[in-house]
């Protein structure tokens, strides 16, 4: 192992220690490393293994869906009077965003594993319910910790990952919110260490989660690659991805690494701003340290303690970011802007009002930065959006910053 | 030099035949001032060596009584700073009883691995545990800990098989601290049928002091341990008890002293006879 990578070869990380640079790695209590070594191995087998592909292709084709379309976005590419806009449609997957991509990669190998018990985080639902539901399929119990604020907020999903036969179990631990969530998981996991499955939703973690993770999402930077070179005939010349966690990012961003010409572009959560303390943005406003068994950019107090994120988008609102985001960042090969509640919110109503499209949230964070993206590639440039996820889900919150009542 | 407290602190236990009691307290837990209390009462109360936990906003090994003693810490303003300036006032009258940090990983790296070593040894610290650092991600740290003579122990556990092991006790020193249960702090029982053999492996794998925790709450269970292992730890029954007299309004140091006696007398009178 131990490559010694060429300055533009990006996508042969991480290394054999799991790390991106100085990010990633493996940090985890003691009584978690026999088990994250032993997916580290189950997973490389997986990977390298042609059944396990093609049993996993047949999924993502007929049961999420796939490919989803690259589509041209005329009215959006008209408003910005640039550059010409794709949008990758990953918001017409079963279940309505990217999370299944990854949910359908890890149950395959947890069911390789014979692992018998699926754990899962969320936050606002979206992850749970798309592990709830590849546990349906599969027949596996599954159990989604998800913080007590959460479940009260995000009520309609929760109902949703019972009827698909999940326990959705509310934490009241710290803040009661994802990263709570996600430390009770871990807890879950280390007390139950022979069975259980703890299929992470974002590309974070100790590894090999974030290059996993990555690996199931990188589909769609796979797609949207052949996709733009069948519709122009070159490569595009800027990605564009709203980043959380940062899993549907990461999986359009992959393919493209080593393409020198394509410009890379993250958007964070800027929340209520940057000039406050009410957002969700790790690099633009955190620094590094380690948390959920990776070094990664966080926000944190002066001593190190960890913040609560905040952004309208709860997909987004996350204290971290994965590993290899903080590393791209820091060797430059992407950029990380940022986007307000209010951008995210006016955003989600333009695409809707030109392309009939109602975007997540979350999306909308990337939508809400066209302007800056488009103006970076010029006018004969083209840009992909990644239209990560549909905004259903998100009625209520904007329908309460709208002041209406539904 | 700090190791030698606690190397001679075992020495003396294995003179006298018998376990260690290591009581852990949060700094900072209820407040600054009644953990400082609680600190300087608990070798009169029969404590060995003593854990002191810096809290963390995200305590991922921990059960609810210790992350919820953390939570309390931090809302009375908990820093690194002030658990080291409750560990210097604690050493002003007391120069043998070891010290062990215990905490997560951030906080150690957000000081900076050098200038925290620096600053734990200066303060009296003697140990340290860092319970999301495994050994493959801690040269850096281990380097900065060796140069300002703090142990660094490590943990083993039930799930850390005869290979593993060999890792995790390279470059350790003082003792070795083994996780009884699968799982978190304060939650499952440690079953003392199961730790007599996985102390004796880690004994002979680490040549070192072995000291058993998680999930040890009564004296009967503390006994039982103190059989078969060189040190007997206490965590979560003693910070509930700082959570209960909180809720009854009563005196959280008192009561904690008077558990922590009663969990030594009972280690004490274990007497491991062992050659």
Same mark, same amino acid.
């Given at each position: 192992m131990n490559t010694i990578a060429k +300055?533009?070869?990006?996508?042969? &990380?991480?290394?054999?220690?799991?790390?991106f640079g100085d990010y990633g790695g493996l940090y985890v209590p003691e009584i978690l490393m026999p088990l994250v070594k032993e997916l580290g191995e189950a997973y490389a087998a997986a990977k390298a293994d042609e059944g396990f592909q093609a049993e996993l292709g047949g999924f993502l084709k007929? &049961?999420?869906?796939? +490919?989803s379309p690259l589509y041209f976005a005329e009215r959006l590419t008209a408003h910005f009077g640039g550059a010409k806009i794709y949008l990758k449609?990953?918001?017409?997957n079963h279940t309505g965003a990217h999370k299944i991509n990854n949910c359908m990669g890890q149950i395959l190998l947890a069911m390789r594993m014979g692992k018998t018990r699926i754990i899962a985080e969320t936050g606002a639902g979206q992850h749970g319910v798309a592990t709830a539901t590849v546990c349906a399929r599969f027949g596996l119990p599954c159990v989604v910790y998800m913080g007590a604020v959460d479940v009260e907020r995000q009520a309609p999903n929760v109902l949703r990952m019972n009827l698909l036969g999940a326990e959705v179990r509310p934490v009241t631990s710290g803040a009661a919110t994802l990263k709570d969530a996600m430390n009770e998981a871990m807890r879950d996991w280390a007390t139950n260490v022979h069975d259980t499955y703890y299929l992470i939703g974002?590309?974070?973690?100790?590894?090999p989660y974030p290059a996993m993770v990555r690996d199931f999402q990188a589909v769609i930077g796979i797609e949207a690659k052949a996709q733009m070179l069948e519709a122009e005939g070159r490569l595009p010349d800027a990605v564009v991805a709203c980043v959380g966690g940062g899993s549907n990012a990461i999986g359009i961003f992959h393919p493209f690494?080593?393409?020198?010409?394509v410009k890379l572009f993250g958007v964070e959560a800027a929340g209520h701003g940057?000039?406050?303390?009410?957002?969700?943005?790790?690099i633009n406003g955190g620094r590094p340290g380690v948390l959920h068994g990776n070094k990664t950019y966080l926000l944190q107090d002066r001593d190190g303690q960890i913040l609560e994120a905040h952004s309208i988008s709860a997909g987004l609102d996350y204290p971290g970011i994965g590993p290899e985001h903080s590393w791209l960042h820091d060797v430059g090969r992407a950029t990380y802007l940022t986007c307000t509640d209010d951008e995210a919110l006016e955003a989600l109503q333009l695409c809707t009002r030109l392309e009939g499209i109602i975007p997540a949230l979350e999306s909308s964070h990337a939508l809400a930065r066209l302007d800056e993206v488009t103006r970076a590639v010029g006018k004969d440039g083209l840009v992909v959006l990644n239209?990560?996820?549909?905004?259903d889900k998100d009625l209520a919150t904007v329908a309460a910053h709208l002041g209406r009542k539904i | 030099m700090t190791v030698s407290r606690i190397e001679a602190r075992f020495a003396r236990l294995k003179a006298e035949g018998r376990a260690a009691f290591v009581p852990y307290i949060m700094a900072g837990d209820p407040d600054a001032a009644t953990a400082l209390k609680i600190l300087k009462g608990l070798p009169a109360a029969g404590a060995d060596l003593i854990e002191v936990g810096f809290p963390f906003?995200?305590?991922?090994?921990?059960?609810?009584p210790i992350q919820r003693a953390a939570l309390r810490a931090l809302a009375a303003g908990t820093t690194l700073d002030t658990v080291l300036d409750t560990i210097r006032q604690f050493r002003e009258g007391d120069q043998e009883t070891p010290i062990i940090l215990m905490g997560y990983l951030n906080i150690v790296l957000n000081r900076g691995f050098k200038a925290f070593a620096t600053d734990a040894a200066a303060a009296g610290v003697d140990g340290l545990i860092v319970v999301d650092c495994p050994p493959e991600e801690a040269g850096p740290m281990a380097d900065a800990l060796d140069a300002a003579g703090v142990a660094l122990i490590r943990l083993a556990t039930p799930t850390t098989d005869d290979a593993r092991l060999k890792v995790v006790t390279?470059?350790?020193?003082?003792f070795v601290y083994y996780v009884?249960?699968?799982?978190?702090?304060?939650v499952k029982e440690a079953d003392a049928a199961a730790v007599a053999p996985a102390v004796a492996r880690v004994r002979a794998a680490s040549g070192l002091p072995v000291a058993v925790g998680f999930g040890i709450r009564t004296p009967e269970r503390a006994a039982a341990v103190a059989r078969v292992a060189d040190a007997v730890v206490v965590g979560s029954a003693l910070v509930d008890e700082i959570a209960d007299a909180i809720a009854q309004n009563r005196d959280a140091g008192a009561k904690v002293l008077e558990t922590a006696g009663a969990l030594a007398k009972s280690v004490r009178s274990a007497r491991v006879s062992r050659d």
């Open positions: +300055p533009n070869d990006f996508s042969a &990380y991480p290394d054999a220690h799991g790390r007929h &049961y999420v869906g796939r +490919p449609r990953e918001e017409l974002t590309a974070a973690g100790p590894h690494l080593d393409d020198e010409s940057m000039d406050t303390d009410q957002h969700a943005a790790a239209l990560s996820g549909r905004g | 906003s995200d305590p991922m090994a921990e059960g609810p390279a470059r350790t020193s003082g009884s249960v699968a799982g978190v702090t304060g």
